[in-house]
């Protein structure tokens, strides 16, 4: 598939009835950035997994560091990805190719998606290429809806990715880089479904109308 064939595509029959959960392939994303301004800050690492089969395959990984221009000590504490790092970066563009590449037209997974998924449009826009059209899924969201309506269970507005690995007892060793945390976020993501099928049967089309 050529890199850019998926911008092209026509509305897909990926949610035809008969694709299940476990048939599709899903890119499970998380970003490392210098901050949460979408304007102004910037994506340092870029770190996805391809979750297929109930499988998180580590062999077919994707993680790259970009060329930093922008820097932030306070952030930098958190990520623990320095500016002088020696290793050769590539480009915005360039890390951007790559990881469209990696991506095609799967579903992306993530945890609380919509940031990740607007840092990258925000790099695309910066360089002339046309934002993501791919289906998306939030762990955060889907997390919810395991949860036991009661008043007696105080729900929270916000779950971190602290709060699912914790609940689902999950190894936190990696936490903070982005393909550790994207590790994490698809382990969550098979729990999720785990549990949303001890009440019914989940397809894919359903886990978009939660």
């Known amino acids: 598939m050529s890199l850019f064939n998926f911008w092209k595509k026509e509305e897909s029959n990926l949610f035809h009835e008969n694709i299940t959960i476990e048939e599709t392939r899903f890119v499970v994303l998380d970003t490392e950035t210098?901050?949460?301004?979408?304007?102004?800050?910037?994506?340092?690492?870029?770190?996805?997994?391809?979750?297929q089969n109930g499988i998180i395959n580590v062999q077919e990984s994707?993680?790259?560091y970009l060329e930093q221009d922008h820097y932030d000590k306070s952030t930098a504490q958190i990520h623990g990805i320095l500016k002088d790092l020696l290793i050769k970066r590539p480009t915005e563009l360039e890390a951007l190719k790559q990881f469209l590449d990696f991506l095609g037209d799967s579903i992306i997974i993530a945890h609380h998606t919509i940031f990740d998924v607007t840092m990258i449009n925000r790099a695309l826009e910066r360089n002339g290429l046309p934002q993501l059209q791919n289906k998306t899924l939030d762990t955060a969201y889907l997390y919810k809806k395991t949860l036991i309506q009661s008043h007696l269970f105080e729900r929270k507005d916000h779950y971190t990715l602290d709060d699912l690995a914790d609940k689902f007892d999950i190894s936190k060793k990696d936490r903070h880089t982005a393909l550790?945390?994207?590790?994490?976020?698809?382990?969550?993501?098979?729990?999720?479904?785990?549990?949303?099928?001890?009440k019914k049967e989940v397809s894919l089309n359903q886990l978009f109308k939660y």
């Open 62 to 64: 994707f993680e790259v």
């Open 34 to 51: 210098t901050g949460f301004d979408y304007d102004n800050d910037r994506i340092l690492c870029i770190g996805a997994l391809v979750l």
């Open 180 to 198: 550790g945390d994207a590790y994490i976020t698809a382990i969550a993501f098979l729990k999720i479904v785990k549990k949303l099928r001890e």
